[in-house]
């Protein structure tokens, strides 16, 4: 007999919902948009409403149920991943107080730099296993700069909660903080929650970086679990408005680009880039050592039996749509201009900093950066150095990993970019110098429906479920010509990327860049 589930993913713009069938892999699915709210005055504001989330999750499920021929009955599962750290406060009535800080909210950064700063006076060994350096991104940063600012609802905060945890205690009706799921994804990377720490940053110090932190350590109750385990069955308000049955199982939640690497296929000692608005990379570890400037080594975050590791670059898909937008075109349409594009044949060096440094710097006070410009640089040519320059950042990020003990034997490119970009596959193989991975389908949601699967117990672990629902990988292998000019053009990016991206930087010698890039583009174009 087969099992039904559904998998859902929220991302930046939109909910997705797929209907997956044990035997016959995914059935249908749908999707269903809400708005990012942002300020035109203020770059670092990015918000959404929960009430769309959910008014979306009953409009994309409904939908999905009936493109899949599937009637609600027959789901014995639904587990979900959500964008992070996106944060929510919450009321007594297990209401939201606000809207979520979406993940790419950055207006905490000087709350950030406060936690870090701390957290390094108070000898806080939690902030070292977040990579030393706490990030706007994160839980605590947002939650501080709410209490800041909201002074007059301070008194009516009955918690916060992540995006992932807060839908499953809504589907679920639980009311009660203490049996509220919190996922150790979530709070252990975002969160500085650290089971051999005992837990989160002790109240001592959260007063420290702020006495309006008093009392929250205690609010943040609930069950810390992995996503092995159960958040609760959906209610029956919410069985009824997604049309499914009350006894449907939901495990605890996870971010989506975690599971985003599950649907990919990750196994231990591999790393997946989630490419999307931003990338996400994800690996895993048989063991907990520190990475430093790393965002977080967690175990169980990824797969429940393992050491999760997370890094990650602040914008890639939305740096692409930035430079196409300045030039009044698409993404699409520029990317069809630099097919043909050779390894550095611009002579241009893109640093890709316009939403700051998620790793390894951890600075959002960084710019983007684009060296070599000529009068004749188009937007294509950009367009190309970006897709360069985020290769070279990451690899910078999987140099770091791999000199703490994370070995990197395969490398997947995930998330949506890779599936519709070619040239961004074959520039990171030939800046890796490794074979790059793509799933040869889609994914997206796959890694919930795997969970969901698990919670109904239809496989016995999760390579089972891998083995039977993930689709086999296309393979871009390195070029050697490219491979040479990258080796070439790494060293510049690596050494201008530590001495223009830390205030505490040594000199570097900087005469010689410009013109290596004017001599490596001129060889690449008289090879063409």
Same mark, same amino acid.
């Given at each position: 007999?087969?099992?039904?589930?559904?998998?859902?993913?929220?991302?930046?713009?939109?909910?997705?919902?797929?209907?997956?069938?044990?035997?016959?892999?995914?059935?249908?699915?749908?999707?269903?948009?809400?708005?990012?709210?942002?300020?035109?005055?203020?770059?670092?504001?990015?918000?959404?409403?929960?009430?769309?989330?959910?008014?979306?999750?009953?409009?994309?499920?409904?939908?999905?149920?009936?493109?899949?021929?599937?009637?609600?009955?027959?789901?014995?599962?639904?587990?979900?991943?959500?964008?992070?750290?996106?944060?929510?406060?919450?009321?007594?009535?297990?209401?939201?107080?606000?809207?979520?800080?979406?993940?790419?909210?950055?207006?905490?950064?000087?709350?950030?730099?406060?936690?870090?700063?701390?957290?390094?006076?108070?000898?806080?060994?939690?902030?070292?296993?977040?990579?030393?350096?706490?990030?706007?991104?994160?839980?605590?940063?947002?939650?501080?700069?709410?209490?800041?600012?909201?002074?007059?609802?301070?008194?009516?905060?009955?918690?916060?909660?992540?995006?992932?945890?807060?839908?499953?205690?809504?589907?679920?009706?639980?009311?009660?903080? /203490?049996?509220?799921?919190?996922?150790?994804?979530?709070?252990?990377?975002?969160?500085?929650?650290?089971?051999?720490?005992?837990?989160?940053?002790?109240?001592?110090?959260?007063?420290?970086?702020?006495?309006?932190?008093?009392?929250?350590?205690?609010?943040?109750?609930?069950?810390?679990?992995?996503?092995?385990?159960?958040?609760?069955?959906?209610?029956?308000?919410?069985?009824?408005?997604? #049309?499914?049955? +009350?006894?449907?199982?939901?495990?605890?939640?996870?971010?989506?680009?975690?599971?985003?690497?599950?649907?990919? $296929?990750?196994?231990?000692?591999?790393?997946?880039?989630?490419?999307?608005?931003?990338?996400?990379?994800? #690996?895993?570890?048989?063991?907990?050592?520190?990475?430093?400037?790393?965002?977080?080594?967690?175990? $169980?975050?990824?797969?429940?039996?393992?050491?999760?590791?997370?890094?990650?670059?602040?914008?890639?898909?939305?740096?692409?749509?930035?430079?196409?937008?300045?030039?009044?075109?698409?993404?699409?349409?520029?990317?069809?201009?630099?097919?043909?594009?050779?390894?550095? /044949?611009?002579?241009?060096?893109?640093?890709?900093?316009?939403?700051?440094?998620?790793?390894?710097?951890?600075?959002?006070?960084?710019?983007?950066?684009?060296?070599?410009?000529?009068?004749?640089?188009?937007?294509?040519?950009?367009?190309?150095?970006?897709?360069?320059?985020?290769?070279?950042?990451?690899?910078?990020?999987?140099?770091?990993?791999?000199?703490?003990?994370?070995?990197?034997?395969?490398?997947?490119?995930?998330?949506?970019?890779?599936?519709? +970009?070619?040239?961004?596959?074959?520039?990171?193989?030939?800046?890796?110098?490794?074979?790059?991975?793509?799933?040869?389908?889609?994914?997206?949601?796959?890694?919930?429906?795997?969970?969901?699967?698990?919670?109904?117990?239809?496989?016995?672990?999760?390579?089972?479920?891998?083995?039977?629902?993930?689709?086999?990988?296309?393979?871009?292998?390195?070029?050697?010509?490219?491979?040479?000019?990258?080796?070439?053009?790494?060293?510049?990016?690596?050494?201008?990327?530590?001495?223009?991206?830390?205030? /505490?930087?040594?000199?570097?010698?900087?005469?010689?860049?410009?013109?290596?890039?004017?001599?490596?583009?001129?060889?690449?174009?008289?090879?063409?």
């Amino acid at each position: 007999m087969s099992t039904v589930v559904a998998g859902v993913d929220f991302g930046t713009l939109s909910v997705r919902v797929s209907i997956f069938d044990s035997e016959k892999g995914r059935l249908g699915a749908a999707t269903a948009d809400y708005a990012l709210h942002r300020k035109r005055n203020d770059p670092d504001y990015a918000t959404q409403s929960h009430s769309d989330h959910m008014q979306a999750l009953v409009s994309a499920m409904r939908t999905a149920l009936k493109a899949s021929g599937v009637d609600g009955s027959a789901i014995r599962a639904l587990a979900l991943d959500t964008t992070g750290s996106s944060v929510v406060p919450v009321g007594e009535s297990f209401e939201p107080l606000d809207e979520y800080y979406l993940w790419c909210d950055h207006r905490a950064w000087r709350e950030a730099a406060e936690i870090t700063a701390k957290a390094q006076e108070f000898g806080l060994e939690a902030i070292e296993w977040s990579g030393g350096v706490y990030s706007s991104e994160w839980g605590f940063s947002k939650l501080l700069h709410w209490l800041r600012h909201n002074p007059q609802r301070r008194s009516q905060l009955a918690t916060a909660f992540e995006h992932c945890d807060f839908v499953a205690a809504t589907l679920c009706g639980i009311r009660n903080i /203490q049996d509220a799921p919190r996922s150790i994804c979530a709070m252990g990377h975002k969160w500085m929650w650290n089971e051999a720490l005992g837990g989160l940053p002790p109240e001592e110090f959260l007063t420290f970086v702020d006495p309006v932190l008093a009392g929250v350590r205690e609010k943040l109750a609930g069950k810390y679990l992995a996503s092995d385990s159960i958040a609760g069955t959906v209610s029956p308000e919410w069985a009824e408005k997604l #049309g499914l049955s +009350n006894d449907v199982l939901v495990p605890v939640g996870a971010f989506d680009a975690h599971w985003d690497a599950i649907g990919a $296929g990750i196994r231990l000692g591999d790393v997946v880039n989630v490419v999307g608005t931003s990338t996400c990379i994800i #690996g895993l570890s048989d063991k907990a050592e520190l990475v430093p400037g790393v965002c977080g080594v967690v175990p $169980g975050s990824v797969d429940p039996r393992l050491t999760g590791i997370e890094a990650g670059l602040s914008a890639v898909g939305d740096l692409f749509d930035a430079i196409a937008r300045r030039a009044g075109s698409t993404a699409g349409v520029l990317a069809q201009e630099i097919k043909d594009y050779r390894a550095g /044949q611009t002579g241009l060096l893109r640093f890709t900093w316009d939403n700051g440094d998620r790793t390894v710097l951890v600075n959002p006070e960084l710019g983007g950066i684009t060296l070599g410009w000529h009068l004749t640089s188009t937007a294509a040519d950009e367009l190309f150095a970006a897709v360069e320059g985020t290769a070279f950042h990451t690899r910078i990020i999987l140099e770091r990993m791999e000199e703490h003990g994370a070995k990197v034997n395969r490398i997947i490119n995930g998330g949506g970019i890779p599936q519709r +970009n070619d040239t961004l596959n074959q520039i990171y193989a030939n800046v890796m110098n490794k074979p790059i991975l793509v799933p040869g389908g889609d994914v997206t949601s796959l890694g919930s429906a795997i969970f969901a699967f698990m919670a109904a117990k239809t496989f016995p672990t999760i390579e089972a479920a891998q083995a039977k629902l993930c689709p086999e990988h296309r393979v871009f292998h390195p070029e050697p010509n490219s491979v040479a000019v990258y080796e070439q053009l790494f060293p510049l990016y690596r050494k201008l990327y530590f001495a223009f991206g830390s205030k /505490q930087s040594t000199p570097a010698n900087m005469g010689d860049v410009l013109p290596e890039l004017r001599r490596i583009a001129a060889e690449v174009r008289q090879q063409q």
